[in-house]
């Protein structure tokens, strides 16, 4: 084609040159003015369309480079690689997603069952950016990761714009059903103190090791009662590690300036670099955020008042200051073993929902303070960003626990 295209403006410039043989000199002069004019202009034609082409050719081939193998990456990590399963598996192994059990910001949650009859918990991703290579990494990576107090993805699957993760089936769902009653089917099911501080040591130890027990640390950014899910003996297993790095934000999941998390559980370093960098901290933050939710619906299941997790911490300090057990916990009837779990739960909280992030602690020092005495606690001192009338109260003296890193 190339070279058809340079044929003509060279048989151009010969047919003008024996036509300047036939004229005289001034005719010449016309006719060569004319004829490199011509010529320049087709040249100039032809090397853009060559350009042009040259550009389209090295795009496909680059978009055809950009594009993930994933069959060549399971064949090279296939022993840590989850199942892969097709589309088609995923909608016959949902009944065409015919049982919805949950929602949240990453995705829908379906119940389905292998073709041996195990149950499974299938989550649909609303989206994941990418080529594929994130997704797949990232599946690869929490695959490596073995922990009972985690979610493992059992598979996956990846076919363009369809990716979903399979899960082990939770028969007692997500903790969120346990503390937010009237919205659930556990109407008549209550938590003891015990199951609680299991619960919360269980979600601690899984939390550490994410943090240290991996090869690389491991950020959730999103720890709430929607992301503890309760297998049949109430162990919390966390769910949606590694989403936050995969998905965009969507619904609950807070977008402003970049921010990761669900409103109400975020640290305050998330929202401002002013308070610190992010780091683990701002999972131990979001951590006892939960923690007060789980004692503050406790509480007011327990009394019948109603208070928010957000302003629970002022109503505990209030009643630490005051010696008022019977206001903390909601109900004056409960064993001195019960009021124990209680305090120490409280007390552990306030630390981690410190302003500062180096004011917190980590949380295999959590994990330590929750399995150590209760005489070994103090009070934390109130955290500055309670509202104004709060702040101006007076603060409780205390001293930091050690090995706050």
Same mark, same amino acid.
């Given at each position: ?95 065409? &997603?015919?049982? /919805? #059990?949950?929602?949240? @910001?990453?995705?829908?949650?379906? +119940? ?7 149950? *499974? ?112 003996? &109430?162990?919390? /297993? #966390?769910?949606?590690? @590694?989403?936050?790095?995969?998905? +965009? ?7 402003? *300036? ?148």
């Amino acid at each position: 084609m190339k070279a058809s295209l340079l044929t003509i403006p060279t048989l151009m410039v010969i047919n003008a040159l024996s036509v300047l043989v036939k004229k005289k000199d001034s005719q010449k002069a016309i006719a060569i003015g004319i004829a490199v004019a011509v010529l320049l202009i087709i040249v100039i034609i032809l090397f853009t369309i060559c350009i042009s082409r040259k550009r389209r050719l090295a795009f496909l081939k680059r978009d055809k480079r950009d594009e993930f193998d994933v069959e060549a990456f399971i064949r090279n990590y296939g022993s840590v690689t989850p199942k892969r399963y097709t589309y088609a598996n995923v909608k016959k192994m949902t009944d065409s &997603f015919k049982d /919805k #059990i949950g929602k949240g @910001g990453y995705g829908t949650v379906y +119940k389905g069952r292998l073709p041996d009859g195990l149950l *499974m918990a299938v989550k649909v991703l609303s989206e994941s950016k990418g080529n594929g290579e994130d997704f797949i990494n990232e599946v690869a990576s929490i695959g490596r990761t073995s922990h009972v107090n985690i979610v493992i993805p059992y598979g996956f699957c990846y076919e363009r714009d369809k990716t979903a993760l399979i899960y082990e089936f939770m028969p007692n769902g997500s903790l969120d059903n346990f503390i937010h009653k009237h919205r659930s089917e556990m109407e008549n099911f209550r938590l003891e103190w015990k199951a609680l501080s299991e619960i919360a040591v269980g979600t601690a130890r899984g939390l550490e090791y994410l943090h240290r027990g991996c090869n690389t640390r491991i950020l959730h950014f999103d720890i709430k009662p929607q992301n503890i899910l309760l297998d049949k003996d &109430f162990c919390p /297993k #966390i769910a949606d590690v @590694g989403l936050a790095k995969l998905c +965009k934000r969507k619904e609950s999941i807070v977008s402003m *300036m970049g921010t990761r998390g669900t409103a109400g559980y975020i640290a305050p370093e998330v929202f401002s670099r002013n308070f610190g960098g992010v780091s683990h901290k701002s999972d131990v933050y979001s951590y006892e955020m939960l923690v007060l939710e789980m004692v503050g619906a406790k509480k007011n299941l327990d009394s019948g008042v109603s208070h928010t997790s957000e302003m629970f911490p002022h109503y505990v300090y209030k009643d630490l200051e005051l010696d008022k057990d019977e206001n903390i916990l909601g109900n004056p009837d409960i064993s001195e073993e019960e009021k124990e779990i209680a305090r120490k739960m409280i007390l552990i909280s306030l630390w981690c929902i410190q302003t500062i992030p180096s004011d917190r602690p980590s949380m295999s020092k959590v994990v330590e303070m929750l399995e150590g005495p209760l005489h070994s606690l103090q009070i934390a001192p109130k955290p500055f960003l309670f509202s104004p009338t709060i702040a101006a109260e007076d603060s409780v003296t205390t001293s930091q626990p050690s090995e706050m890193d």
